[in-house]
């Protein structure tokens, strides 16, 4: 990436910059930041300020992978200037990557970023590049009415609006600049000082652009490379620049190249590309001037009440190129500001200890604090605030939230139970007596069911289909395993191993198979039994097995006939057609 100069047909006294950038997709009048990856550009968004950073604007597109980036001064490229009135100020746009709008962004937590003022409509415009400003989400409003709001100690300087429409600048007793509805006026006779001595005259020329850099001479200067200067009172004189008061912080340039003990280089605005310079950090860093150190960058913005917050520059490349700003800086005070609801992340709050908690330690209202939580501690309140402390005795909890009961430790008089034990006696489960628990006599009880079927049931050739029972010949069902509601299923209502048997006859047909499946809970086929006839008569058989059920599992049987056409399954009056089970476990 090289520095250049070109000609009026770009645009005249601006300085710009070709970039090489592969892909780079911008079109002329893009206005562009650094994307954070050394050498690369993408374009700005007036939505944050990280995206509202600007660097440039793109005056030529040379190919796909080349393009010319103005960095400030005056553009006079088709195409790169909006069709509004000469005067209008030019913000970036809120809604639309790297546009340029006339109408200042107003929503919340948008930025407003004036870029430039248009001095002739859609032909000519001087970047100027400010500083943008967070937009916050109270609005405050101070009505003058028409009065002059004085700013220095002896009057001669000020604000006033005595005209309908219109604010004029006052310095030293004179009208210097007026703002009216869109339009920035430099009064006759005044000037528009920009960087190392440029006018903005009010016919509009911009003159003095052509140098971003000069030499200084000066005895016994004692500068390094990189070091930020300001002027030190005397005439023709430099010293380093400090933001701890507003006087030190009145940058004028940066030290790029140090001849002897007498004469260095100064350069005060566009693009530095010494590597001595520019501070080792990534690309699209902000870098301010030091509160502690004489002279020097960080990328720490000074926070303390009375130093001056003062962007120095964009990093564009680590460690190797940076662009100078042209921005003011700001008193830090200490008056106490409005912070948006939910506007403040996790990221802004100071550090903490590891393995903490925020939470309020007391029994009265008042300031968080930081509370210690140990390995396996739970947070306990006691009335007073929060104990931190581990489950012990009869039972311990693991980081991972398992509760563990020691060994050998539950005993009867753990156990809510309602009557006392009997020697021989089980504990069961009552749910009416006090605990649910009661010490009762071991009894002896048969859990079974044997169903049949009172008709015969058709079943289609090969099709799989669910023999159904009648409930109302129904032999025993002892654990309410059947009901008319599920016909086809036995379902074991007590968990345990059971003893399952089917028997059943098909009516007379030769060719095709015969199959009865038992199927656990509408899927899983547990058994099946497949016989293929040589006769015609009926065909009797059955099965038994013993299986595991949990509680409210449930089986059927499934029929399955390839004869050819439909066959009857017989009902239970003709010997066939019944299932039973009972637990035997």
């Given at each position: 990436m090289t520095l250049t100069k070109i000609g009026a047909s770009l645009s005249g006294g601006a300085d710009l910059v070709t970039i090489t950038q592969s892909s780079h997709g911008f079109t002329v009048g893009k206005v562009l930041k650094s994307s954070g990856s050394d050498g690369t550009y993408a374009t700005a968004l007036a939505n944050t300020a990280a995206n509202a950073e600007v660097v440039g604007i793109v005056v030529q597109v040379i190919d796909a992978n080349t393009f010319t980036m103005a960095l400030s001064g005056r553009i006079t490229v088709d195409g790169a200037v909006p069709n509004v009135t000469a005067g209008s100020v030019l913000f970036l746009s809120a809604s639309s990557a790297g546009d340029l709008t006339s109408t200042e962004p107003t929503t919340a937590a948008q930025i407003s970023k004036p870029v430039a003022v248009v001095t002739t409509?859609?032909?000519?415009?001087?970047?100027?590049?400010?500083?943008?400003?967070?937009?916050?989400?109270?609005?405050?409003?101070?009505?003058?009415?028409?009065?002059?709001?004085?700013?220095?100690?002896?009057?001669?300087?000020?604000?006033?609006?005595?005209?309908?429409?219109?604010?004029?600048?006052?310095?030293?007793?004179?009208?210097?600049?007026?703002?009216?509805?869109?339009?920035?006026?430099?009064?006759?006779?005044?000037?528009?000082?920009?960087?190392?001595?440029?006018?903005?005259?009010?016919?509009?020329?911009?003159?003095?652009?052509?140098?971003?850099?000069?030499?200084?001479?000066?005895?016994s200067h004692g500068f390094a490379v990189?070091?930020?200067?300001?002027?030190?009172?005397?005439?023709?004189?430099?010293?380093?620049?400090?933001?701890?008061?507003?006087?030190?912080?009145?940058?004028?340039?940066?030290?790029?190249?140090?001849?002897?003990?007498?004469?260095?280089?100064?350069?005060?605005a566009g693009e530095i590309d010494v590597a001595a310079a520019v501070p080792d950090v990534a690309a699209g860093t902000v870098v301010f001037l030091s509160a502690s150190a004489a002279g020097d960058l960080t990328a720490t913005e000074p926070s303390t009440t009375?130093?001056?917050?003062?962007?120095?520059?964009?990093?564009?490349?680590?460690?190797?190129?940076?662009?100078?700003?042209?921005?003011?800086?700001?008193?830090?005070?200490?008056?106490?500001?409005?912070?948006?609801?939910?506007?403040?992340t996790n990221a802004k709050l100071a550090n903490m200890a590891a393995n903490t908690v925020k939470v309020r330690d007391a029994n009265s209202s008042g300031d968080a604090s930081d509370k210690a939580v140990a390995d396996t501690q739970i947070l306990i309140g006691d009335g007073t605030g929060f104990t931190a402390a581990a489950l012990s005795g009869e039972a311990t909890m693991t980081n991972a939230g398992v509760v563990s009961i020691t060994d050998n430790i539950i005993d009867e008089a753990n156990l809510k139970v309602s009557n006392g034990p009997t020697n021989?006696?089980?504990?069961?489960?009552?749910?009416?007596?006090?605990?649910?628990?009661?010490?009762?006599?071991?009894?002896?009880?048969?859990?079974?069911?044997?169903?049949?079927?009172?008709?015969?049931?058709?079943?289609?050739?090969?099709?799989?289909?669910?023999?159904?029972?009648?409930?109302?010949?129904?032999?025993?069902?002892t654990d309410t395993m059947h009901s008319s509601g599920n016909a086809s299923r036995i379902t074991f209502t007590t968990a345990g191993k059971y003893f399952v048997a089917v028997s059943y006859a098909w009516n007379g047909a030769t060719g095709g198979r015969r199959n009865i499946s038992c199927r656990k809970n509408g899927s899983a086929i547990i058994h099946r039994q497949t016989i293929s006839p040589a006769t015609n008569d009926e065909l009797h058989n059955g099965y038994s097995l013993i299986y595991d059920f949990d509680a409210d599992d449930y089986v059927e049987f499934i029929a399955h006939q390839t004869s050819g056409s439909a066959l009857l399954l017989l009902a239970d009056n003709e010997g066939a057609s019944v299932a039973m089970a009972h637990k035997i476990d």
């Open positions: 409509a859609n032909s000519e415009m001087l970047m100027v590049n400010y500083r943008g400003e967070i937009i916050s989400s109270s609005t405050e409003s101070w009505d003058v009415n028409g009065s002059e709001l004085i700013l220095d100690v002896d009057g001669d300087t000020s604000l006033h609006a005595n005209t309908d429409d219109q604010i004029d600048v006052q310095i030293s007793g004179a009208d210097d600049f007026r703002f009216t509805a869109n339009t920035l006026s430099v009064l006759s006779g005044s000037t528009l000082s920009i960087d190392s001595g440029a006018t903005l005259a009010n016919s509009g020329t911009i003159t003095g652009f052509n140098s971003t850099s000069y030499a200084v001479t000066q005895s990189g070091k930020v200067l300001k002027s030190s009172g005397s005439a023709g004189a430099y010293a380093t620049s400090q933001a701890d008061s507003a006087a030190n912080a009145e940058v004028i340039g940066i030290v790029t190249v140090v001849a002897d003990t007498n004469n260095f280089t100064l350069t005060i009375g130093q001056i917050s003062k962007p120095i520059g964009i990093v564009t490349t680590q460690n190797a190129k940076m662009l100078l700003l042209p921005y003011r800086g700001e008193v830090i005070t200490d008056n106490a500001a409005s912070i948006a609801d939910d506007s403040v021989g006696q089980f504990l069961s489960a009552q749910s009416g007596n006090t605990g649910g628990l009661t010490w009762a006599a071991a009894t002896s009880t048969f859990i079974g069911v044997r169903v049949e079927n009172s008709s015969h049931q058709s079943i289609s050739n090969n099709s799989s289909t669910a023999v159904v029972f009648d409930a109302s010949v129904t032999q025993f069902d």
